[in-house]
Nanobody, 118 residues
Framework: QVQLVESGGGLVQPGGSLKLSCAAS????????MRWYRQVPGKERELVAH???????NYADSVKGRFTISRDNVKNTEFLQMNSLKAEDTAVYYC????????????WGQGTPVTVSS
């Protein structure tokens, strides 16, 4: 079974940077779409960024120009580089992996908390 393990969250001051990682237990060549979501208590989970198997990326307006999503096909890992962090970026960040062809899956990591505070 495919598993996703996130890491890299923590406490950072406003204006600082963090890099999140999401390691997959299978080759990410088999994954069509990898995404990062975030969730604040009491609010719906929000799509932050996604990257396709072909390397196409897309970002939420709130993070454009500050966050960069990437994938390392050799390490089977997805990354989210977060720069110029703001207090409103505080959330639990979740990695998501989707495969559209058989065997299909839509998997989530356990989440990694990010707190932006002085």
């Amino acid at each position: 079974q495919v598993q996703l393990v996130e890491s890299g969250g923590g406490l950072v001051q406003p204006g600082g940077s963090l890099k999140l990682s999401c390691a997959a237990s299978v080759s990410i060549f088999s994954i069509d779409l990898m995404r990062w979501y975030r969730q604040v208590p009491g609010k719906e989970r929000e799509l932050v960024a996604h990257i396709s198997s072909g390397g196409d990326t897309n970002y939420a307006d709130s993070v454009k120009g500050r966050f960069t999503i990437s994938r390392d096909n050799v390490k089977n890992t997805e990354f989210l580089q977060m720069n110029s962090l703001k207090a409103e970026d505080t959330a639990v960040y979740y990695c998501n992996a989707v495969r559209f062809s058989i065997p299909r899956f839509n998997l989530w990591g356990q989440g990694t908390p990010v707190t932006v505070s002085s």
